[in-house]
């Protein structure tokens, strides 16, 4: 999943994530042999006990789960607790919509962002991400969300820094004063920057309502992170699967979506623009292209992936 991340030019959650994961399992603070139990099962909802298991097991677990209540009652909600990082959203919010359902996943983050006007954080970037089912014959989604609630990922300033580049995108992130700053050393030691000021800040607390509060789970600074060995992530995530053929058979929904991104994309361009794009349509298009030449890593990402390959005698790919 974290080369489907890469191949979709979502870098930040790609494979430079596995040198996280690998120094997390060698300092004990995930445990990688677990997968988790069910805590609670009442109808269409359910609670999940990671049970400190990779993040990426536990969510397989809860979207199996997800989609089965969803099939037996229309409807499912799925949270999950005491989990870990498990990668960009978009994986889990497919996994549920190639079921013939809508794939809505969130999960909250470590404390990376500070509440709007403050200047110490607090809640992390807590995404929000929406999968409708693929249609046509190349089995891709024609809507696909999948954003921070912040401007950007965390993990695009993380890789800026882990590979020197001196520079970041204005609106990325502030300092540690709470002051915009496009130094990406500033930037790494600061916040990211909440979407849209207070609005970002507002649905991050809706994200962490539905995964922490819902689940049980730790809570905002509470959480640990990726980048820290000392503590454990305690993420929570929350998965809901709406069966569409509830409302309407498949391809009558199918249909309709499509006729609403013509919608969209009929609008005329904005000045400097060529066309209007959909949520999902620039990854699709990024896919393509690199699974025709290759997916690129940068130098600072191959040499942390290739000191943990020697360590645990894994032996390296060739690269182009």
């Not at 130094?183 to 979407?195: F, H, I, Q």
């Amino acid at each position: 999943m974290l080369i489907a991340a890469n191949l979709r030019g979502i870098d930040s959650h790609g494979v430079h994530l596995l040198s996280y994961y690998l120094k997390q399992i060698d300092a004990g603070t995930v445990s990688p042999t677990l997968e988790g139990r069910v805590a609670s099962e009442s109808g269409a909802c359910l609670v999940y006990d990671g049970e400190n298991g990779l993040g990426q097991v536990i969510a397989q677990r809860c979207c199996e789960h997800a989609r089965r209540l969803a099939r037996e009652h229309g409807i499912s909600v799925v949270t999950a607790r005491e989990a870990n990082h498990f990668g960009a959203c978009f994986w889990w919010a497919r996994e549920i919509a190639r079921d013939g359902m809508l794939g809505l996943v969130f999960c909250n983050a470590s404390s990376l962002v500070a509440p709007w006007q403050g200047k110490e954080p607090r809640f992390g970037t807590n995404p929000i991400c929406m999968a409708v089912p693929p249609s046509g014959g190349d089995g891709q989604e024609p809507f696909l969300l999948d954003m921070a609630t912040t401007t950007v990922a965390a993990n695009k300033i993380f890789k800026a820094w882990i590979n020197q580049q001196p520079e970041i995108p204005a609106g990325w992130a502030m300092d540690s004063e709470g002051v915009p700053t496009t130094n990406t050393e500033s930037a790494y030691r600061g916040l990211v920057m909440p979407l849209g000021g207070y609005k970002g800040y507002g649905l991050a607390l809706m994200v962490e309502i539905l995964c922490a509060v819902l689940a049980g789970g730790a809570m905002a600074s509470e959480l640990g992170g990726i980048r820290f060995v000392d503590k454990p992530v305690r993420v929570s995530h929350a998965f809901i699967a709406i069966d569409i053929a509830r409302f309407m058979p498949l391809p009558e929904f199918n249909a309709r979506i499509a006729r609403l991104m013509e919608i969209m994309k009929s609008a005329p361009a904005a000045k400097d623009h060529n066309e209007v794009l959909v949520p999902g349509e620039p990854e699709k298009r990024v896919e393509a292209e690199r699974l025709r030449t290759g997916v690129p890593i940068p130098d600072g990402n191959w040499s942390d992936l290739a000191g943990a390959a020697q360590r645990l005698n894994v032996t390296l790919p060739i690269l182009c």
